[in-house]
T-cell receptor
Framework: SQQGEEDPQALSIQEGENATMNCSYK?????LQWYRQNSGRGLVHLIL?????REKHSGRLRVTLDTSKKSSSLLITASRAADTASYFC????????????FGKGITLSVRP | DAMVIQNPRYQVTQFGKPVTLSCSQT?????MYWYQQKSSQAPKLLFH???????NEADTPDNFQSRRPNTSFCFLDIRSPGLGDAAMYLC????????????FGPGTRLLVL
């Protein structure tokens, strides 16, 4: 299965701390994406990293990709209460008909 | 400005009574997707349209159908909802290739009584 697996399943931190979330996958990918989902809402795209990239930044977000270990991490620096949400990694395989496949998600709680 | 709009946000239906969920987009994207997401689970792709070409996932039940009358609109029809179909249904779009960033609507929460 291409499905990514996030780790940990749940994370609780204090406002201002950094949050690190990890994702592992099983087969070769075209790209890996991170999405955020607030409770009862749709998903919001955060960042896309391609298989030939190792690191990307967007504001307080930093994503790394290690294709040799088939893993990615999402770092949120200086977390805020508004960052409280579920975070999903999603992968696209290298096959012609590959689709975006989501992991089960990580629940992040940021305490004020 | 809303880019992917889903109506209604909440839908209550009775067991076995057909229901239609709608999605519209202002992005002029070629690809539209329907996902099912149950509580604390990953979104699961049901099918997608690339322009007018319909692509069904192999494990999507026949009970689920879709229509895309034009670029902007896409509908999800559940012919005979069962209790197990209660879920959040998410519509998404992407500009072109399936591998690109997807833009999601707010979702429709379906309750089956």
């Amino acid at each position: 299965s291409q499905q990514g697996e996030e780790d940990p399943q749940a994370l609780s931190i204090q406002e201002g701390e950094n949050a690190t979330m990890n994702c592992s996958y099983k087969t070769s990918i075209n790209n890996l994406q991170w999405y955020r989902q607030n409770s009862g809402r749709g998903l919001v795209h955060l960042i896309l990293i391609r298989s030939n990239e190792r690191e990307k930044h967007s504001g307080r977000l930093r994503v790394t990709l290690d294709t040799s270990k088939k893993s990615s991490s999402l770092l949120i620096t200086a977390s805020r209460a508004a960052d409280t949400a579920s975070y999903f990694c999603a992968t696209v395989g290298t096959g012609a008909n590959s689709k975006l496949t989501f992991g089960k998600g990580i629940t992040l709680s940021v305490r004020p | 400005d809303a880019m992917v709009i889903q109506n209604p946000r909440y839908q209550v239906t009775q067991f076995g009574k057909p229901v239609t969920l709608s999605c519209s987009q202002t992005l002029n994207h070629n690809v539209m997707y329907w996902y099912q997401q149950k509580s604390s689970q990953a979104p699961k792709l049901l099918f997608h349209y690339y322009d007018k070409d319909f692509n069904n996932e192999a494990d999507t039940p026949d009970n689920f159908q879709s229509r895309r009358p034009n670029t902007s609109f896409c509908f999800l029809d559940i012919r005979s909802p069962g209790l197990g179909d209660a879920a959040m249904y998410l519509c998404a779009t992407s500009r072109d290739l399936v591998s690109e960033t997807q833009y999601f609507g707010p979702g429709t929460r379906l309750l089956v009584l």
